[in-house]
């Protein structure tokens, strides 16, 4: 009997690995998009930040200009990957084994996760933007 309802549950193992190896995956490579992303986008504003540095903004301004920046992006991006799961849900539904792809709380967990990564992946553009001198920063181009 336990032979049985092992070769019964294989396949259904050897999906959710796949799964949570694709999903670990995924979940690197927005990291790295995250970073690359607010990185670029930090170096294309080193004159902007250059002048706020001269004209009295703190590392501190600085900093929070560059992650309110770089949530606003993080945010729109969860919130059409949120769209998406809500449409993939059923096809979803029929790979996982005794578990509800369309639990709140997995939500809401996934989306603060998300959410901590990106600010994480934020966090050394945003470091580096608050240390630009000013005077590099305005001969800069």
Request: charged content about 15%.
């Amino acid at each position: 009997m336990p032979q049985i309802v092992l070769d019964t549950s294989t396949t259904r193992r050897t999906t959710m690995a796949l799964l949570t190896a694709f999903a670990s995956l995924a979940l690197l490579l927005a990291l790295i998009g995250i970073y690359g992303v607010i990185s670029r986008s930090v170096t294309q504003r080193t004159r902007e930040i250059g002048i706020r540095m001269a004209l009295g903004a703190g590392t501190h301004a600085v900093q929070r200009v560059t992650l309110r920046q770089a949530l606003a992006l993080s945010s729109a991006g969860l919130l059409v990957g949120l769209l998406a799961a809500a449409i993939l849900r059923p096809a979803v539904q029929t790979l996982v084994f005794e578990a509800d792809p369309g639990n709140p709380v997995l939500y809401a967990a996934i989306s603060a996760a998300m959410l901590l990564i990106a600010l994480a992946a934020c966090y050394l553009p945003a470091r580096r933007a608050s240390r630009v001198d000013p005077q590099i920063a305005l001969r800069w181009e």
